[in-house]
């Protein structure tokens, strides 16, 4: 019996040196990780001034999630902070000593479409892949809008991660945007706005960062444990959409937060979300009822 106990006890101590190395590699690994150099060969959009770009800019930040980490003045914001993990939007309103009041317009293509900021290291936050696919124009418009922004006070952004992201981050199980994004693909051509899914596909892409490029839903990568996971948007195993009988029942959750039965969702950037213009919500519930079927949690 003594045998088995010190047997045991080895065993234990061996365990907990394991996962103590593991955890002090995974944090060295992450690090490295984080500081690594990502080129992507990018072209400038222009950046026009016209008060029609501008309003185009102004709509796509407030509907495509910008200022749910930005804040709605762009003088950043705290979105997580549950005690374990603290994330903060830096500011980029064009302020003194703000770090975008020198980006240039390849650095804002670099940043914003591909996660990669000016000095070549990947974004962890941001979620790129949803903007990755930004028309030329909008993309221009929403870097007009930014840069119109008046001038405010803000804070550097916070990446206040626990140790067991970390090491998943170094691990490779949680992936950076820089990660996820094809960067060979060339920009996408303008779609004729409707309630169309082609237009709604457009839509779309600001569903990816949670919902996964299939959009089956499943644990938000890096997300706080608490997160409910995303739903599966797909006809496939576990589907959220039978909840949903036309677009107006779509739509009205969209505006509301709940689900037909009443009950509210949680996670989901709703601030964003009322923000869409009637066209672009039916035009995504169109494109929903197109996509091809995939088990729940499928990336």
Known sequence: MKRWIKWGAGIAGAVVLLLAGTAVVGSQ????????????????VAIPAAAQALERGAYLYNSRGCADCHGAAGAGREFVNDGKMRLAGPNITPGEGNVVARYTPEDWVRTVRHGVKPDGRPVFVMPSEDYNRLTDEDLGALVAYVKAMPPKMGGAAVLDLPLPVRV????????????????????????????????????????????????????????????APAANLTPGEGSAMPRYKDAGAFVAMLRSGKRPDGTAITVMPFESLRALNDVDAQALYAYLQTVPAKPFGQR
């Not at 690994?29 to 400038?44: F, G, I, L, T, Y």
């Not at 949670?210 to 444990?225: N, R, S, T, V």
Request: proline residues 9%; aromatic residues 6%.
């Open 29 to 44: 690994m992450a690090d490295s990780k984080s500081r690594r150099q990502v080129k992507v060969a990018v072209q400038p």
């Open 168 to 227: 998943l981050y170094a691990f490779d199980v949680i992936k950076d945007a820089a990660q996820k994004i094809d960067h060979t693909l060339p920009p996408a051509k303008p779609i004729a706005e409707g309630v169309t899914a082609a237009h709604g596909a457009y839509v779309a892409n600001m569903c990816i960062g949670c919902h996964g490029a299939g959009l089956a839903g499943g644990k938000i990568p890096g997300g706080p444990p608490d997160w």
